[in-house]
C-alpha cells in the first residue's frame, strides 16, 4: 500500500476521500430491499440441543451478496445506523418463530452502539430482550466510545446479554473482556480450523475455556466443520458449537441432523454418550472395565486376593479419573456419592 507524509510530519494512508458513488448508492438501495435473514444453530454438545441461533444478514442485491462487500458499503454511505435498524426490527419480527426457549445471537457493527434506537425500550428488539444476545466485535474499533461501559451497561438493563465476537482474529479481543464483561465470547473460526492437527491452538483454546469458566463466561465454538474439530473441541473443555459442522446458515431455523450427535469419541474409548447423564453411565460402564486392569503391577487381571484398602484405593484412583474426566469435558463435578461403582468383579488369576 503506498503511504504519503503529510505536513504534520505523520504517516498517512494514502486512500482516495469516500465522495458520492451514485452506482454503489443505486446497488445498495437494491440491497436494502432484498434484506433478509438466516439462521445457523449454537448446539450444547453435552446436552445435544440447539440452545441459540445466531442471526445473519443476507441480501437477494447480487453485487454485495458478500456480507463484508455490504457492510463496508454501509460504512462507505453512512448507512450503517438505517441498516442496523432493519436488521434488528427484522430478528424481532422472527423472534415469534423461533423454537422455544432459543436465545438469538444478534451482531451489532460498532456503529449501531451510537443510535439511540438501540437503546429505547419501545423499540421491537428491546421487547424481546431477554431472548437476544448481542454480538459485539472490535474489527471496527470500540475505541471511539469514550463511555462504552455506560453504554453496554445501558444495553444490560433492558435485558440483553453481551457477547465479544471474533475473539482470536487479531483484534484487540482480550482488551474487551474488561471492558465489555461479556456474558458470552465467540472464538473465532481461524482459531477452530484444524485444531485438532495444532497443539498451539489446543493449548489456547484450553487456557481460554479455564479462564472464561473462572469468569463465569460462556464460550462458543465458531466455524466447526469438521467431527476431529468437534471431538478436540470438546475434550479442550468447549461445549458451545457452531458452524457448518451441524449446520449452515438458512433462512427457516435450520435443524441437526440426528447424525451429527453421534460421537466415538476417540479420545474417551467406548464413549458413545447421547446425554450428559448417558455420558456418566457409559463412563461409570467403562470405569468398572478398567477396573480390571489397575492394580499396581500391570498385571491385567484383578488379583482376587487383593485387601480392602487396595481395592479402595483403587476406587480413589478411578473417581479421580472420573473427575479428570468431567473437567475436560466441562461436565459438572459430581455429588459425592453420585456415582456408586459396583464391587469390581474379581476374576480368578488363570
Ligand atoms: O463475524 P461472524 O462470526 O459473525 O461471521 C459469521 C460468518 O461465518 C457467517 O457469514 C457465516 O455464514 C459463516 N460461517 C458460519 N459457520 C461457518 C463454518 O463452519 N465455516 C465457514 N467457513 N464459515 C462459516
Ligand atoms: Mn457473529
Redesign the pocket.
Known amino acids: 500500500m503506498s503511504t504519503n507524509t503529510g505536513e504534520s510530519g505523520v504517516l498517512a494512508l494514502d486512500v482516495p476521500a469516500p465522495g458520492p458513488d451514485p452506482v454503489l448508492e443505486r446497488a445498495f438501495r437494491r440491497a436494502m430491499d432484498g434484506l433478509y435473514m438466516v439462521f445457523?444453530p449454537i448446539v450444547s454438545w453435552t446436552e445435544r440441543e440447539i440452545v441459540a441461533y445466531?442471526a445473519?444478514v443476507r441480501t437477494c442485491e447480487p453485487e454485495l451478496a458478500r456480507?463484508d462487500l455490504l457492510f463496508s458499503a454501509a460504512e462507505r454511505l453512512d448507512m450503517i445506523i438505517p441498516m442496523g435498524r432493519r436488521i434488528r426490527r427484522g430478528v424481532a419480527q422472527l423472534v415469534s418463530t423461533a423454537p422455544e426457549r432459543v436465545s438469538l445471537f444478534v451482531?451489532v457493527h460498532g456503529g449501531e452502539l451510537a443510535d439511540p434506537d438501540l437503546y429505547d425500550p419501545a423499540s421491537p428488539l428491546s421487547r424481546v430482550a431477554h431472548r437476544i444476545v448481542l454480538?459485539i466485535?472490535e474489527r471496527w474499533s470500540l475505541d471511539r466510545f469514550h463511555d462504552i461501559g455506560e453504554r453496554i451497561r445501558a444495553l444490560r438493563d433492558l435485558g440483553f446479554r453481551v457477547a465479544v465476537?471474533?475473539l482470536g482474529a487479531g483484534y484487540a479481543g482480550l482488551t474487551s473482556f474488561a471492558r465489555l464483561r461479556p456474558e458470552v465470547v465467540?472464538l473465532?473460526?481461524s482459531l477452530i480450523r484444524g485444531v485438532n492437527e495444532d497443539p498451539t491452538r489446543q493449548h489456547l483454546i484450553r487456557s481460554l475455556n479455564g479462564a472464561c469458566r473462572d469468569l463465569g463466561i460462556r464460550v462458543v465454538a465458531?466455524?466447526?466443520?469438521t467431527k476431529e474439530e468437534r471431538d478436540t473441541l470438546v475434550a479442550l473443555g468447549s461445549n458451545l458449537l457452531?458452524?457448518?459442522?451441524f449446520s449452515?446458515?438458512a433462512r427457516a431455523f435450520p435443524v441437526v441432523e440426528t447424525a451429527v450427535w453421534d460421537a466415538e469419541y476417540t479420545h474417551v474409548k467406548g464413549w458413545p454418550a447421547r446425554t450428559a447423564q448417558a455420558e456418566l453411565l457409559e463412563l461409570r460402564d467403562a470405569l468398572n472395565a478398567l477396573l480390571g486392569t489397575l492394580n499396581t503391577d500391570g498385571a491385567t487381571r484383578y488379583d482376587p486376593t487383593a485387601t480392602a484398602t487396595e481395592v479402595g484405593a483403587l476406587g480413589r484412583r478411578a473417581l479421580r479419573s472420573v473427575e479428570a474426566l468431567l473437567a475436560t469435558n466441562n461436565l459438572p463435578s459430581l455429588e459425592p456419592g453420585a456415582l456408586s461403582l459396583p464391587a469390581p468383579k474379581l476374576a480368578k488369576t488363570a
Do not use: S
Open positions: 445457523q445466531e445473519l456480507p451482531n454480538e466485535t465476537d471474533d465467540k473465532d473460526m465458531e466455524g466447526v466443520e457452531q458452524g457448518y459442522l449452515k446458515p
